[in-house]
């Protein structure tokens, strides 16, 4: 498994429904992913066990979900 699909869930209402879907590699699985949103970025964390099949004409091996779990702002 090369590279997963992963689904960002929770955060900002205005975050795009395209950003919500990323394809990142199978190594970085259960890391923290941060997002660039506005003056920021949104951290996700992994929350799955339970992975799901992903949306045809994929590359990725699964669909897992990731959770919203704060946000930093970029330093000026």
């Known amino acids: ?10 955060g900002p209402a205005g975050l795009p429904e395209e950003a919500r879907l990323l394809v990142v590699p199978a190594p970085r699985l259960g890391e923290r992913i941060a997002v660039p949103y506005r003056a920021g970025y949104e951290h996700f ?7 799901d099949v992903p ?11 990731y959770v919203w779990c704060y946000h930093t702002a970029i330093a000026e």
């Open 1 to 10: 498994m090369d590279q997963v699909m992963i689904e960002l869930v929770g």
């Open 55 to 65: 949306p045809e004409g994929s590359d990725a091996a699964v669909v897992c979900r």
């Open 45 to 51: 964390e992994y929350a799955d066990d339970q992975p």
